[in-house]
């Protein structure tokens, strides 16, 4: 079974994800900000962290940029949600170290056939 780490700030859409994930059959941990992240990253192994770009605590970028210069965190693939939507933007969060990006708003459905794309390269 593969472990995710999901980090989203809004509860309504965190559970939505959770939800559809649980349909995947995988392992799904939560976190509501940046700073939960790193910690449960510290104390659990994951296989993939799904990660929203505006957070309170550390954004995503910061997550990133911290899990990035981690060496032990390097197997670790990461997906990136956010409604920024500029080409730019987009080229900014893959340069910083997300292997994934997804724009907001999407289909559960949609997130979790990516979910299983993503997974099924390990």
Do not use: C, W
């Not at 999901?6 to 941990?29: F, H, K, P, S």
């Not at 992240?37 to 997550?63: F, K, R, T, W």
Request: no cysteine; proline share 2%.
């Amino acid at each position: 079974m593969k472990n995710i780490l999901l980090v989203e700030d809004e509860d309504v859409l965190r559970m939505l994800i959770a939800d559809t994930l649980e349909d995947g059959d995988y392992t799904i941990d939560e976190a509501a900000n940046g700073q939960e992240a790193l910690e449960l990253l510290q104390d659990h192994s994951y296989n993939l962290l799904i990660l929203d770009y505006m957070m309170p605590v550390y954004s995503g970028m910061e997550v990133i940029e911290k899990v990035r210069a981690d060496e032990s965190f390097k197997n670790l693939k990461i997906l990136m949600l956010s409604a920024k939507t500029q080409r730019f933007e987009q080229e900014e969060i893959l340069n910083a170290g997300a292997d994934y990006f997804m724009e907001k708003p999407f289909s559960p459905l949609k997130l979790l056939k990516k979910v299983k794309e993503i997974l099924d390269e390990d």
